[in-house]
Structures are given as C-alpha cells and as structure tokens.
C-alpha cells in the first residue's frame, strides 16, 4: 500500500525567506510523487510532478522538489516566499498510469510580510 | 478549454436527507475520479471510472454512496440517506485515458457538504 506523510500541519515564513515544505512517502512500486496546491475557494492545482525521469523537479510559480529514493522524500522549496504563495499544499503518490492519487494530509502555508 | 466544474458548491442537508452532487469533467477526459476530504483529514479517493464503467470503487465507504456516469460524459454522487460523518469536500478530477506513464488529474473546485 502506499501512503504519504507531511510533517507539520502549518508552516509559516516571512515574505522573501525560503519555503520548505516535507513529505516522506512510502510505495511498494516505483511511485510517481505530485505536489499539489489550493487556494481559497479553488481546486487542486498541479505544482510539478517526478514520473522516473531527473529527480529534481521544476514546478511553476518558482517551486521545486527532489526526489531522494535514499530517503523516501519529495520535499517542496522555493528560495523566496512570496504573499501570494500562502496557500494549502498536498503531497501526493501514485503508481502511475490512470491509477488514482493517495495524499498526505496538507500543509497549511503562511507568508507573514 | 473549461476546465472540471462541480455542482453545487455547497450543500447544507439534514441527517438522513438525499443529496446529489455532480461533476462534469473536461471534454474528452475518459478518466473521472471521486475524493473527498473530512475536516482535518487527508483527501481521500471514493472510485474511478473509465468512460462509463467503474474501473475502481474501493474508497467507496458504504452502500449509502452511489455514483454514476450515464454516457461517459457527467457523474453523479448521490449520498443516500445522509449522515453526520458524510461531512466534507467533495472533489471530482478528470483526465485522459492514454495508457501512459501518467496522466494528470485536473480537479474541480469541490462540492462542500454539510449533514446537520
């Protein structure tokens, strides 16, 4: 079975200081990993996704996250937060395909000005 | 292109009343999931269907929930009759059946339902 852990409920940081948000996973099968943000009032919009192919992955809105087999991890970052990043963030792992997403339990992002 | 739209965006109900929610993916996504989220816990997947046919149902929590999909086109969740636990966001996701190493799953904003 798969499942998805993120550590710490809610993250807060300052306006221009770095984002890290945690999520160790655990998969029976090569996983394929998402992030996945919502903003208030909105769906889950895709962030970036790892699918086997370079383990550092690009996202929009100047995120990032790496794929550490090692450690079982695909944390989040992004050098500068910005007030428009406060938002709801979820982890995600699937076995690919059409399979469905098994999600962590989110974090809650705060940017303090 | 629109994207997964949901309706409604909530709904407050009592305790062993009927409710339906909808989901209307995006056109030609043959793949239609069901999650939903009870408050303070993580989002959670009900079924999937392919086009019309229901490829996977095993979140599905109990035979109060029924979900269709007539024609492979719009699904319906109804929760039959409704209880306090049934609380939550629902949320419906879309995406193509390609076969590939994945397709992405576009989301709705959700139905938010409240059982009094």
């Known amino acids: 079975a798969q499942s998805v852990t993120q550590l710490g409920s809610h993250v807060s940081v300052s306006e221009g200081a770095l984002v890290l948000l945690r999520c160790n996973y655990s998969?029976?099968?090569?996983?394929?990993l998402f992030w996945y943000v919502q903003y208030p009032n909105q769906g889950l919009q895709l962030l970036l996704k790892?699918?086997?192919?370079?383990?550092l992955v690009k996202g929009i809105n100047g995120f990032e996250a790496e794929f550490k087999k090692s450690e079982t991890s695909f944390h989040l970052t992004k050098p500068s937060a910005h007030m428009s990043d406060a938002a709801e963030y979820f982890c995600?792992?699937?076995?690919?395909?059409?399979?469905?997403?098994?999600f962590g339990k989110g974090t809650k992002l705060t940017v303090n000005p | 292109e629109a994207g997964v739209t949901q309706f409604p965006s909530h709904s407050v109900i009592e305790k062993g009343q009927t409710v339906t929610l909808r989901c209307d993916p995006i056109?030609?996504?043959?793949?239609l999931y069901w999650y939903r989220r009870v408050m303070g816990k993580e989002i959670k997947f009900l079924l999937h269907?392919?086009?019309?046919?229901?490829?996977?149902e095993s979140g599905m929590p109990n035979n109060r929930f029924l979900a269709e999909r007539t024609g492979g086109t719009y699904s319906t969740l109804k929760v039959q009759p409704a209880e306090l636990e049934d609380s939550g966001v629902y949320f419906c996701?879309?995406?193509?059946?390609?076969?590939?190493?994945?397709?992405?799953?576009?989301f709705g904003p959700g139905t938010r339902l409240t059982v009094l």
């Open positions: 996701a879309s995406s193509h059946w390609t076969g590939g190493l994945h397709n992405e799953q576009f």
């Open positions: 998969s029976s099968v090569p996983p394929y």
């Open positions: 790892y699918t086997s192919a370079a383990t």
């Open positions: 995600a792992v699937s076995r690919g395909g059409s399979e469905k997403l098994v």
């Open positions: 056109s030609g996504h043959d793949n």
């Open positions: 269907f392919v086009k019309e046919s229901k490829q996977d």
